[in-house]
């Protein structure tokens, strides 16, 4: 089984490519952190996505406040990524999936 993490890009992307159901249909276990969840704002998006988290094929971690704050301070190459995009790559790191940023 592979540990998939990823940001909301890649979940629009899908979308309007008509391909979550084979996304989400491997052998995979997919998170993505509630500040990335929480940029999906187009309702028929919403509505899509909700079904994959209700079956428990896409899971949602939360950040807590003591995390947020860790992301806050995280030094790295390039500066322009958003506060979701930090944490995702916060949470890679926990998961030891990659080795650095």
């Not at 909301?8 to 979308?15: M, P, T, W």
């Not at 950040?63 to 995009?85: H, Q, V, W, Y």
Request: hydrophobic share 45%; glycine share 0%; with cysteine.
């Amino acid at each position: 089984m592979k540990l998939v993490i990823t940001d909301v890009s890649v979940l629009f992307d899908l979308y309007h490519l008509k391909v979550l159901h084979h996304f989400f249909n491997q052998q995979w276990e997919i998170y993505t952190t509630n500040f990335v969840y929480n940029e999906i704002v187009n309702i028929e998006q919403v509505v899509e996505f909700e079904k994959f988290v209700s079956d428990k094929l896409l899971k949602i971690i939360t950040i807590s406040a003591d995390e947020t704050e860790a992301i806050e301070a995280m030094t790295l190459n390039r500066k322009n990524r958003s506060f979701p995009d930090r944490s995702i790559l916060w949470k890679a790191i926990q998961f030891n999936s990659i080795p650095s940023c």
